[in-house]
């Protein structure tokens, strides 16, 4: 009979990608995928060290463990991602879950199948965490989430060290993958079917694939590919956006009209705390480019309300920068100090209360603007990229628009992985309800 394994995936699209190649690699080796932890031979974790509270979720899953591990001693744990970058983490493990079998990190992927056969085979405990990146390794299978559309890594790890954030500890130097094998992989995605690809890093406007491939360039020749029909990305740092990156969104057809762009505070001074790198004006300017460039385009960020030092006029300039932008939509967070980054030692850390009233007051504007931008499709025709069927309605099924709205609407199960044209009947403060076009 052949293994079972079930992974847990905290965090962003990076670690969902992570998982993605952890399934393919087990899959290629005969294990089967379980819906459940509890049925499952091999569970994995993977760690997030990056969203609030990651770590408190981690060790609650991790404590829910112990008793499958007492029960069935043969049952192999295996834990992975940015945390297990952090040796404080590791520490934390080796003392207090002891009964974790495999401790491996995110430069060394491709040693998971080898860990988990020694692992099953030979019970051994094993602690495989690389300090930092090594070679890219290529051709590793993915089990892809959906089929028609997948994610694709261009670069990995981050040079930028912004003051709050622990990317650069945890994923190392920036490294760039060969133009060549990100074409050849996107190439199959496209033969395989697959219509939308994501291209995943943590500064994508960094990608260096060779002398002459810069992320615009990439874009170019990405657009070129045969069968495939959206390109999006993620994340871009303001500061490496560049005048050629704003005319291929003007020249790639595939490229869809719609970017995250962080920009974490609207104050200038506490941007530079953060060591941003771009002012607020700076930021501005960058989006009034954008729009006027790109007609349309929809626009998300992410924005940390009370980074230590952060008063309240630094925090009105926020709520305005937002209100000059109008976000489509915006991830919020409350500062959290991460262990090892400068700012854990700022003195001036902004009490609870304060930081909670404020994020109250953003995420409230922030709403507010998206109910009233997505209003504005109301009666519009929008081609959709049709994901799936509801999970309460098996008539509801669920798609994207090229700015990445989420549009819900009736449909039949053959429109799943095709591009349909949906008018917009409502719009909504996170979706907006559809009716096909016949
Ligand atoms: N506290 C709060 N939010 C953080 N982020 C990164 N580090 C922290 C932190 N220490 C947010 C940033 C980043 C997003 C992925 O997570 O906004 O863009
Ligand atoms: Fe973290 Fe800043 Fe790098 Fe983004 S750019 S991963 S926020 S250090």
């Known amino acids: 009979m052949s293994k079972t394994f079930h992974i847990t995936t905290f965090g962003c699209q990076m670690n969902e990608h992570d998982s993605e190649v952890m ?87 491709h ?18 965490v690389w300090s930092d990146g090594g070679d890219i390794v290529e051709g590793l299978p993915a089990k892809r989430l959906y089929d028609c559309k997948a994610l694709v890594n261009i670069m990995f790890g981050c040079n930028n060290f912004c003051t709050y954030c622990i990317v650069p500890y945890t994923r190392g130097r920036e490294r760039s993958r ?29 990608y260096r694939g060779d002398e002459q491939t810069d992320f ?38 595939k490229l869809c009209k719609n970017i995250h762009l962080p920009v974490q505070s609207g104050s200038s001074r506490v941007l530079k705390k953060m060591n941003r790198r ?41 709520l305005d920068l937002v209100r000059k932008v109008r976000f489509d939509s915006a991830f919020t967070f409350l500062y959290s100090i991460r262990k090892g980054t400068p700012a854990e030692k700022y003195e001036d850390q902004v009490p ?31 081609r959709v990229l049709v994901e799936g069927a509801s999970k309460t309605n098996s008539k509801t099924f669920s798609g994207r628009t090229d700015g990445f709205k989420l549009v819900n609407f009736e449909g039949t199960k053959d429109m799943v992985g095709n591009l349909v044209d949906v008018e917009i009947i409502e719009g909504k403060t996170f979706s907006l309800d559809g009716r096909i076009v016949k």
């Open 23 to 109: 399934a393919g690699m087990l899959l290629e080796k005969g294990f089967e995928p379980v819906k459940e932890r509890r049925d499952a031979d091999v569970a994995i974790i993977n760690t997030c060290s990056v969203r609030e509270n990651a770590d408190k979720r981690f060790f609650g899953t991790l404590g829910q463990l112990k008793r499958r591990k007492k029960e069935n001693p043969d049952f192999v744990v295996c834990v992975c991602g940015c945390m297990m970058q952090q040796q404080h983490v590791i520490d934390t493990i080796k003392a207090k879950y002891p009964w974790v079998d495999i401790i491996f990190g995110t430069h060394n992927i």
């Open 111 to 128: 040693q998971f199948p080898e860990l988990v056969d020694n692992a099953l085979n030979e019970k051994k405990k094993q602690i495989e």
């Open 178 to 206: 060969q133009p060549e094998e990100i074409i050849k992989e996107v190439k199959s995605l496209a033969e395989d079917g697959v219509k939308e690809i994501m291209l995943l890093g943590q500064n994508v406007n960094s």
């Open 216 to 253: 615009a360039r990439l874009l170019y020749r990405l657009n070129e590919i045969e069968g495939l029909e959206r390109i999006r990305f993620m994340t871009s740092h303001p500061k490496d956006l560049s005048d050629r990156l704003i005319q291929a969104f003007v020249d790639c057809n």
């Open 278 to 318: 771009y002012t607020k004006e700076q930021y501005l300017e960058l989006v009034a480019k954008l729009k006027a460039a790109v007609p349309g385009i929809t626009m998300s960020t992410d924005i940390i309300v009370g980074f230590p030092g952060e008063t309240e006029e630094d925090f009105e300039e926020t």
């Open 352 to 382: 609870e209360e304060v930081k909670h009233e404020r994020f109250n007051r953003l995420v409230d504007l922030i709403n507010t603007i998206s109910a009233e931008k997505n209003g504005e499709y109301a009666g519009r025709v929008e």
